[in-house]
């Protein structure tokens, strides 16, 4: 056993008291010490945790950014979305393939620098973009690739690189030199300046949790994180629950492609999403809440640490909160790569150390959560949204939107348009209002709330609203003009919830397969009108069986796409009137061929 | 407390507390099912025993009954959908039957005969998968493996109350692994308890293997849905 690695590992057991459910810190600890994670480190850990090495494995190789084996003392994650696709992806990776000297997963032989994909890192509207060790980089081009490869080989760290001017980790410039909030349009709601925070807490806390329940519930407000869920209710739940302890969770997990608000919100009104949190946490008696942030936006930490610590000096977090007699403590926890800890339940596992499994309900959250104890899972909008309803009431909040989709909300738009960005709008606006506010004119298909949404029509669905009843958007539009091929589009947003699927359930874990090679198929042209109704099956399947909404939502890139523009699926049918079935492949016939000879040859000497 | 809830059209008396799929098999109705064991807390990954539950398709071992509830069992509709992920399990992995030592003992293989399957209509992958024999008395055949989970959650070492068996990676990478140290610690009837719960022929026991003959194997003697609709937990 490596010396080393047995002191770091007793150091971190220590520090977080040999308890099994902050395995997920404990493991950042090491990788971050070590930069990966090693059979001798997960062993040593097993033993201080008094579990298995298995079971510890179990966790470690759940995780995208986990890494069991060294790599690179760089490893850059190039986001492969599909509007970096759209923006150059293809020659920024091969520039960094050539300035590197290093390929995706493998390093380049004197292990400075190693290449990986990543999913979407919450940067769509100014892609193509990547993560270096903490920070991002964005609007690359093949030139500005070489440099910061340049200057990174000189010595330079990527933090001095993405903060030339050197602020301090926790102030908001730092967050702002790294990657930047377009807030291209701010509401009455959101991103409100000069607010005093002191005052909004003791407000808080010198009201009953029955007032500040009654105040969210006129205010109608229903969750942002995409269930739709009505806040106020959700609190009410968790406050009438059985529990000896109760917790708060922000969701701050952001993973849908193609979403950025959250990280906006983040940086710019952190402190709204606190006091929502502080809310919640008087009203249900909790007195300990967890911010589960994404890894991807590790540069927000410090911050969002610091804004935590301007609270607690200030008495509004902590024990005694204003001479309240509430104590609320706020800790953040690192997610570390998986697209399906944004489900709350697997969020919940996440905390307490495991695999990020979605978890069977009922029980629900709000009954049976962190801990097994009453949690309150919300994302970072609804919170900062909760603060300025208990602020300002209920009906100065329903005044806005529509009478069945209250107040307003955040779209993070990207693609074909000339100003992606941040826009808070009020629900109620058309598609075509929000096409024009971004300038979108030559928009032909938008996709709504992400891979996990649907892909709308722009000559049809323009004059739809957004609206729960509706358009009930998560947030996220992307915007294809038509030269977009969406064919393209659907595979990869498929090939996503492949590669993010926990692998649990049957219907997620092998549908999701059938469907990429079908669509594989139906774009090399292989494909008849039975795969089109096997699409719909097999889709149907999906979405009624599995146990959590990334498999409920995974045949949606297809199903949608299918039902707006059949016309391109039908297009690459094949009607050959050959003697072969029309899926019959022939060249991988030949190379399956080639290759079970190879593998029986090889077997026999 | 008890009270009625519909299934497929007729009215049976349920105890409150008790899981759908133990309800309805107590009342005469089988639902296929994979994952689940009764008397053991639900594990909900296979999907095998999804049903209509007052219209929405839902995995009867995680639905506790409720006064009132209408459930569709063998509605053709749903029906198809178990049938189809059984068929799904089939061509996920790599199972030839007449070779598997499991065989007329296999729940898969059982469930397969009972939602009539005769052959997957998803293209069938054959993944590599590696074996792993390095325990001294526990065989694990990879290819069969269908992640239920059972092993996982329901196995544990004795003394110190640690998994023996995990899941290692996620999605179409997941792979089940086995603590050998702790494995090892395992008394032979413990080793024979694991392969018995593993619903197909993934665990073994080395050393042993086609004991019955055909005709006489577990599932030829008494079939799955009988043995199910009397209760019995494995
Ligand atoms: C696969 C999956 C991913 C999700 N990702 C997120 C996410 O990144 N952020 C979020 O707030 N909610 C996400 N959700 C929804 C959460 O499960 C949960 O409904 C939400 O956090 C509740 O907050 P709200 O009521 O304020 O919307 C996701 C759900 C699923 C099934
Ligand atoms: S639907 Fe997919 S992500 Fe959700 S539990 Fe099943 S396998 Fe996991
Ligand atoms: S595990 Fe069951 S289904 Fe698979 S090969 Fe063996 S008997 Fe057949
Ligand atoms: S080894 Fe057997 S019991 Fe364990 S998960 Fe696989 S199929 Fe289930
Ligand atoms: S038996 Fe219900 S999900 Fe497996």
């Given at each position: 056993m490596d010396r080393f690695v047995e002191r770091l590992v007793a150091e971190v057991l220590d520090r977080?008291?040999?308890?099994?459910?902050?395995?997920?810190?404990?493991?950042?600890?090491?990788?971050?010490?070590?930069?990966?994670?090693?059979?001798?480190?997960i062993a040593a850990l097993a033993r201080g945790l008094d579990m298995s090495v298995p079971d510890v494995a179990e966790t470690v190789t759940f995780y995208h950014f986990f890494r069991t084996a060294p790599f690179a003392q760089h490893?850059?994650?190039?986001?492969?979305?599909?509007?970096?696709?759209?923006?150059?992806?293809?020659e920024v990776r091969a520039a960094l393939i050539a300035a590197t000297g290093a390929d995706f997963g493998v390093h380049d032989g004197t292990g400075q620098?190693?290449?990986?994909?990543?999913?979407?890192?919450g940067l769509s509207d100014q892609e193509p973009a990547m993560l270096?060790?903490?920070?991002?980089?964005?609007?690359?081009?093949?030139?500005?690739?070489?440099?910061?490869?340049?200057?990174?080989?000189?010595?330079?760290?990527?933090?001095?690189l993405a903060n030339p001017n050197a602020y301090e980790k926790t102030s908001v410039h730092y967050v702002d030199a790294v990657a930047e909030a377009k807030i291209l349009k701010s509401g009455p709601v959101m991103f409100q300046e000069g607010r005093d925070y002191p005052a909004l807490v003791r407000s808080i806390v010198e009201r009953t949790p029955e007032e500040i329940i009654r105040e969210v519930d006129a205010s109608d407000i229903r969750g942002r994180g995409g269930a739709g869920f009505p806040a106020g209710l959700k609190w009410r739940l968790a406050r009438e629950a059985e529990g000896a302890e109760k917790y708060v969770i922000c969701n701050a997990d952001e993973g849908e492609p193609g979403t950025f608000k959250d990280?906006?919100?983040?940086t710019h009104a952190a402190k709204d999403v606190l006091l929502g949190m502080i809310a919640a946490a008087h009203t249900v008696g909790s007195r300990t809440g967890i911010i589960y942030l994404r890894a991807?936006?590790?540069?927000?930490?410090?911050?969002?640490?610091?804004?935590?610590?301007?609270?607690?000096?200030?008495?509004?977090?902590?024990?005694?909160?204003?001479?309240?007699?509430?104590?609320?403590?706020?800790?953040?926890?690192?997610g570390a790569g998986a697209y399906v800890c944004g489900d709350e339940t697997a969020l919940i596992e996440s905390c307490e150390g495991k695999r990020g499994t979605p978890r069977v309900k009922p029980p629900f959250p709000i009954q049976h959560g962190y801990l097994g104890m009453p949690t309150v899972v919300n994302n970072v909008e609804t919170f900062a949204l909760c603060s300025q309803i208990i602020d300002k009431g209920g009906a100065w909040f329903t005044a806005m939107g529509t009478e069945q989709s209250s107040g307003t909300r955040l779209l993070s738009i990207s693609g074909d348009c000339e100003r992606p960005g941040i826009y808070e709008i009020e629900w109620g606006i058309t598609l075509d209002e929000v096409l024009k506010m971004v300038g979108a004119e030559t928009a032909v298909a938008v996709q709504i709330s992400g891979p996990s949404g649907e892909m709308l029509r722009v000559d049809?669905?323009?004059?739809?609203?957004?609206c729960y009843s509706d358009l009930s958007c998560n947030g996220s539009l992307m915007v294809f003009n038509g030269s977009r091929d969406l064919l393209d589009i659907a595979r990869h947003f498929t090939e996503f919830f492949v590669n993010e699927s926990c692998g649990i359930c049957t219907p997620c874990r092998s549908g999701g397969v059938d469907l990429l090679t079908k669509i594989d198929r139906v774009i090399a042209g292989r494909a008849v009108q039975q795969d089109l109704d096997d699409f719909r099956l097999w889709g149907k399947l999906m979405m009624r069986t599995s146990r959590c909404g990334l498999g409920t939502t995974a045949p949606n890139p297809i199903l949608t796409t299918l039902d707006k523009f059949p016309e391109l699926y039908e297009a690459k049918l094949n009607d050959a009137k050959s003697a072969l079935l029309a899926s019959f492949d022939m060249e991988d016939a030949m190379s399956a061929f080639d290759s079970a000879v190879d593998n029986l040859v090889r077997e026999d000497v | 407390m008890s009270f009625t809830i519909t299934i497929d059209k007729r009215k049976v008396l349920v105890d409150e507390g008790c899981t759908l799929i133990d309800a309805a098999a107590d009342n005469g109705v089988f639902i296929p099912n994979l994952c689940y064991t009764r008397g053991k807390p639900c594990l909900g990954t296979c999907r095998v025993c999804s049903v209509r539950v007052n219209g929405k398709v839902t995995a009867a071992?995680?639905?506790?009954?409720?006064?009132g509830m209408v459930v569709d069992v063998n509605e053709p509709e749903v029906a198809e959908m178990r049938k189809l992920l059984v068929e799904a399990l089939f061509s996920e992995g790599n199972h030839n039957c007449p070779s598997c030592e499991k065989s007329g003992r296999c729940e898969l293989q059982a469930v397969a005969y009972e939602v009539e399957m005769t052959a997957s209509p998803f293209p069938y992958r054959f993944p590599k998968r590696e074996r792993e024999d390095a325990a001294d008395h526990i065989f694990l055949e990879r290819d069969r493996c269908i992640f239920c989970q059972r092993c996982v959650e329901h196995v544990r070492d004795e003394e110190t109350g640690q998994a023996i068996f995990a899941i290692h990676g996620r999605g179409t990478k997941a792979r089940i692994e086995i603590d050998v140290g702790l494995a090892n610690k395992l008394t032979p009837e413990q080793v024979h308890a694991a392969a018995e719960l593993c619903p197909v022929g993934c665990i073994l026991e080395k050393g042993v293997g086609f004991e019955d003959p055909m005709g006489s194997r577990k599932f030829d003697v008494k079939s799955l849905r009988r043995r199910m609709l009397e209760g019995e937990t494995s």
């Open positions: 977080f008291g040999s308890d099994r459910t902050r395995l997920m810190d404990m493991l950042w600890e090491v990788q971050r010490a070590r930069g990966h994670i090693s059979e001798d480190a490893v850059i994650y190039l986001a492969d979305t599909v509007i970096a696709r759209m923006n150059g992806y293809d620098f190693g290449l990986d994909n990543a999913p979407c890192i270096v060790d903490d920070v991002v980089f964005s609007g690359l081009t093949p030139e500005k690739v070489h440099e910061i490869v340049a200057q990174l080989r000189s010595g330079k760290s990527a933090e001095e990280r906006a919100l983040l991807e936006y590790w540069y927000l930490k410090a911050f969002l640490e610091g804004q935590i610590e301007a609270f607690r000096a200030e008495g509004l977090l902590g024990s005694d909160i204003l001479g309240s007699g509430l104590d609320f403590e706020i800790r953040i926890q690192m049809q669905d323009r004059f739809r609203k957004f | 071992c995680t639905v506790p009954v409720q006064p």
